[in-house]
């Protein structure tokens, strides 16, 4: 039976069985979005103003690891927020998908529109709340570095082999778009630029902060085994001196500290 001839029941179940990290149609979902899209500026001597977009169209990313690990790519249409934005959504900005607004669009000091780009958000913010003052240099510092929103999918389309996912159409009322410290699915998100920065940032890591850092992503193993396959692609490629036992040897008798 082709996807086109099943009904939702059906092509849930498969999916359920073939691909992790599917959800319910209609459950609410959220992507996160790298912080370089965002930029707070001064608006005048009374306000802040909190510009850039909480989503980007035709731009795939893995869901559950991707196809190779079980589960898929996904891809946001062009017109998939048309008829959410016709229809006024209440949106609220957010911290961590909690607290205090400090922008909604009930109020009009949070503004959401699309254009070849993607989701395009401004919102107004008080300098003078607290809140605002801890994100805008927690951002500027890149201690919180993305931005998430919370949406629900009406229509959605996989392709044959349910390795792709298009969601056609989605609904925002009641959402939000938060500043997060992690984000909370596989999105875009920050990236370091060079493959030098990455080698560097793992040379020096705190084991017990990255262990807590990789729990906090939402498929780990899937990630690790990712890094290790390319690891190990460097590592078969490039002219690694060998320890002798002796040197291991002695490394492994160091203490620790």
């Excluded at 980007?56 to 869901?63: A, L, N, T």
Aim: no cysteine.
């Amino acid at each position: 039976m082709s996807l086109s001839e099943m009904t939702t029941e059906q092509l849930m179940a498969r999916l359920n069985t073939e691909r992790r990290g599917v959800p319910s149609l209609g459950g609410t979902e959220r992507r996160s979005v790298s912080v370089d899209e965002f930029q707070i500026r001064a608006s005048g001597k009374d306000s802040l103003t909190l510009k850039g977009y909480a989503s980007v169209f035709e731009y795939p990313y893995d869901i559950g690891g991707g196809p190779d690990r079980g589960g898929f790519s996904e891809v946001i249409d062009r017109r998939a927020f048309d008829q959410t934005l016709k229809q006024n959504p209440d949106v609220q900005l957010l911290v961590n998908h909690d607290g205090t607004p400090l922008a909604r669009t009930k109020s009009g000091t949070l503004t959401l529109g699309t254009d070849n780009k993607g989701l395009h958000v401004e919102a107004r913010l008080d300098p003078t709340s607290p809140t605002v003052q801890v994100i805008r240099s927690a951002m500027e510092r890149r201690d919180m570095d993305e931005m998430s929103f919370a949406f629900r999918a009406v229509r959605q389309h996989f392709d044959e082999d349910l390795s792709i996912r298009r969601l056609l159409e989605v609904n925002i009322h009641r959402g939000d778009v938060s500043v997060v410290n992690n984000g909370a699915s596989d999105a875009t998100s920050a990236q370091l630029r060079t493959v030098t920065e990455a080698l560097e940032v793992l040379a020096s890591l705190d084991a017990d902060a990255a262990l807590a850092e990789v729990r906090s992503i939402s498929d780990p193993a899937a990630a690790l085994h990712r890094a290790q396959q390319s690891l190990g692609v460097l590592l078969r490629n490039v002219d690694v001196p060998r320890l002798s036992v002796a040197d291991a040897a002695a490394i492994i008798a160091a203490p620790r500290g």
